[in-house]
Structures are given as structure tokens and as C-alpha cells.
């Protein structure tokens, strides 16, 4: 259910938030609206072009003209990239590259424009005030939020002859977006980068060292990053101070992204540590933020307003926002950078712009997947 205004409220933060409620009235407009916008974009790469980009006028032109594509079809563009050509592929100049945390396969290097950084910021931000305004809990915007992100200075790349550092994409949004309002990250991304770009379980255990000392007296009030490094961050501090977070902060929400069955998996054991707080899913990735949780239900709600999405499933291609409750398939995602990007996960509808992301996609999770609901039926 979308919030109402209220004292002003919405109004506020209706840059960051208010085309998101307006796209979850009518997605179909919305995402039509989107695709002209990345059309005009991709007009100017040289892909674009050779898709005949120009001659896009609605989305079985855009299927037809442009295949899908993944990480390793987008190798030789990238290539082009970092000699310098940026629009091979990319409306506008790179700010810098960015790197995943290969928790599935090997680590993917991409590159991220100011237009994908504002989208990180906006989108990114929507999970928070949501939440705040939905609960009228406004002294989550005036705490700080645990730091718990992976190093931003990892490697280097040598860009027609100048040298530039890269880390991972979690850090290195941290540290060139490190407040909304009066919320800030606590510790500063450049504090966790001093201690080096290992990740270790000794490397883990003095970054979380430095976020227990810097937190220790302050008004924290949510934590946002990877699930598995916020669950491992409690352990340590229970088991290096022998106190819980919860005993030491009064957190609002925690906000947790990268894994699949957070609200079964993970919330149980989370609220263990940190108490019974909320626990919001946001759904994003490298290469972008792509849905957060709207309400209490335990389902992520779609960024209609700016990303264009489709699902692959085994009736055809379809639009996300026109699957039917129990409807699943390959999500493809056609970003600011990247038409019709496969971003390699599964995605089932709940209905009412309800959806969860279950696995990535692979023989295993498609095979636990079509057991489960053999067995039992839909997982909705």
C-alpha cells in the first residue's frame, strides 16, 4: 500500500521518491515513458547505432532491433571503454569503474556514468524513506548508518596512459554518495579503505573492529549493505565485546541487499542480534538498484520509473509488470548503460507489483525451484 501525504511529508522527498508511487499506479505508462528516455541514450553509442536505435518507436521494435545481452557479450564494448572510446556503448562518459564481489562466479568489472551514480543515490535511497514515512518514524533520518561495506581501492586501470584505483561497487558508492539529508555513513568509506583491500576473515574482523569503535556512542539508527557481512558483523561484536548490537543501539530498521531468502533465511536470525527490527529487502546489484520492499509483505516492489524491465519465462518474453502471480523467468534489465542486459537472475511474480527474486540463474536453483513447486505449488 503506498504512503499518503501527510504534514508535507511526501512533499519533501518527493524528488527522490514521489515518480517511484506514480510509476506503481500504472507501470505500462511508466515503463514506456523509460524506454523513450534510454532510447535517446543509446542513439548516441555506437551500439546503439548499429541496432538502429532511431528507428525504436515502441517495445517489439526494441526486441526486435536489440538482443538480449550479458556480461561476457558486453567484454569486447568495455574493451573499447577502457582505451578511451566510451561510446562504444555508453551515452555518456565514464566517472569511474566498479567491481562485484564474484560471490557467484568470477568478479565482473564494469564501468559507472554520473547518470547510473544518481540513479544508485535515488533509487538506493527509496528503501529508507520509505520505510521512515510508511511507520512516521523520522528519527531514522537523523541517526547514522553502520558502514559495512566492501573496500572501494582494490586494483588498478590504465586508461590512455592514466592510472586509476577501482574497488568494489558497494564501497565505491559509499564513498562517492556518503549522506542523504542528515543521515551519513558511519565509518567513512575512506577510514575502511585505509586498512586495505583484503577480505579476509582477519581483514573483516578490523574493519568491523573500526565500526564498533567509531559507532560505539553514536546515534545509530540502521545498517545497510550486504546480508551475510551485517549477520557476520553482530556475531563478531557479541563474540569480541560480548554484547549484541542490540544492547548497544537503538536501530530503526536494517536494510539488506545481495542474498535471496532474507525475510526466511536471515530475518530470524538478524532479529537475534539486533532485536525486532524491521528487516527491509532491497534488491540491487553492480548495476543498479532495482526494487526495494514497499510495505510489510515480504516481496521487493519494482523501480518502474527507471529501469525498463522484461522477464524471459517459458511462454516468451514478457514485461515484469505483466506477469501474473506465480509467473517466473530470466530477468533482462535496460539500464542508463546497458540495453537489455541479462543480469543472470530469476524472478517470480506475486501479483500486484509484488516479486521476489529466488536464485540466480543456473541448473541448480531451476531445479530446486521447479521441485518446490511440484511438490507444494507456487512459492508465493
Known amino acids: 500500500m503506498l504512503p499518503t501525504e501527510e504534514n508535507g511529508t511526501l512533499s519533501i522527498f518527493q524528488p527522490l521518491i514521489g515518480s517511484w508511487y506514480e510509476s506503481l499506479k500504472n507501470p505500462e505508462e511508466s515503463q514506456k515513458q523509460v524506454l523513450s528516455n534510454l532510447i535517446n541514450g543509446y542513439q548516441k553509442t555506437r551500439y546503439g547505432k548499429s541496432h538502429h536505435a532511431s528507428e525504436v518507436k515502441e517495445i517489439r521494435d526494441f526486441r526486435t532491433n536489440f538482443p538480449i545481452i550479458d556480461y561476457r557479450g558486453l567484454n569486447p564494448y568495455l574493451a573499447e571503454v577502457e582505451k578511451g572510446s566510451y561510446d562504444a556503448i555508453l551515452p555518456e562518459p565514464l566517472l ?19 547518470a547510473h551514480l544518481e540513479q544508485i543515490m535515488t533509487c538506493g535511497a527509496r528503501a529508507l524513506i520509505n520505510h ?61 579503505d585505509a586498512l586495505g583491500p583484503g577480505i579476509t576473515k582477519q581483514d573483516w574482523e578490523r574493519r568491523f573492529e573500526l565500526v564498533y569503535q567509531q559507532a560505539l556512542n553514536e546515534n545509530v539508527t540502521a545498517t545497510m549493505g550486504v546480508t551475510p557481512v551485517i549477520l557476520s558483523f553482530a556475531r563478531y561484536v557479541n563474540r569480541k565485546h560480548g554484547k549484541k548490537p542490540k544492547e548497544l543501539w537503538k536501530m530503526r530498521a536494517l536494510f539488506c541487499t545481495s542474498v535471496r531468502k532474507i525475510q526466511f533465511k536471515y530475518a530470524p536470525t538478524l532479529g537475534k542480534y539486533f532485536g525486532q527490527v524491521p528487516v527491509i529487502e532491497i534488491y540491487s546489484a553492480t548495476e543498479g538498484v532495482f526494487a526495494q520492499q514497499l510495505d510489510d509483505l515480504p ?4 523501480n518502474y520509473d527507471t529501469y525498463f524491465f522484461e522477464v524471459e519465462t517459458g511462454q516468451g518474453t514478457k514485461m515484469l509488470h505483466e506477469l501474473k502471480r506465480g509467473e ?13 542486459y541479462d543480469i543472470g537472475d530469476l524472478i517470480e511474480a506475486a501479483g500486484k507489483n509484488y516479486f521476489r527474486v529466488f536464485g540466480r540463474n543456473n541448473t541448480l536453483t531451476l531445479l530446486e525451484h521447479r521441485l518446490y513447486r511440484l511438490l507444494f505449488g507456487s512459492l508465493i
Not at 569511474?96 to 554520473?114: F, Y
Not at 516481496?299 to 519494482?302: A, W
Not at 517466473?328 to 537489455?340: A, E, N, T
Open 299 to 302: 516481496y521487493v516492489t519494482p
Open 96 to 114: 569511474c569503474w566498479v567491481m562485484t564481489r564474484g560471490s557467484t562466479g568470477p568478479a565482473k568489472v564494469l564501468p559507472a556514468t554520473k
Open 132 to 192: 521512515a514515512i510508511r511507520r512516521k518514524d523520522y528519527e531514522l533520518l537523523v541517526g547514522r548508518i553502520l558502514n559495512l561495506n566492501f573496500p572501494s581501492n582494490v586494483h588498478t586501470i590504465t586508461i590512455n596512459g592514466k592510472t586509476a584505483a577501482y574497488g568494489y561497487s558497494s564501497g565505491t558508492y559509499a564513498k562517492l554518495i556518503p549522506t542523504l539529508n542528515q543521515v551519513g555513513l558511519l565509518p567513512r568509506q575512506e577510514d575502511i
Open 328 to 340: 517466473w523467468g530470466k530477468l533482462i534489465v535496460s539500464s542508463c548503460m546497458f540495453p537489455r
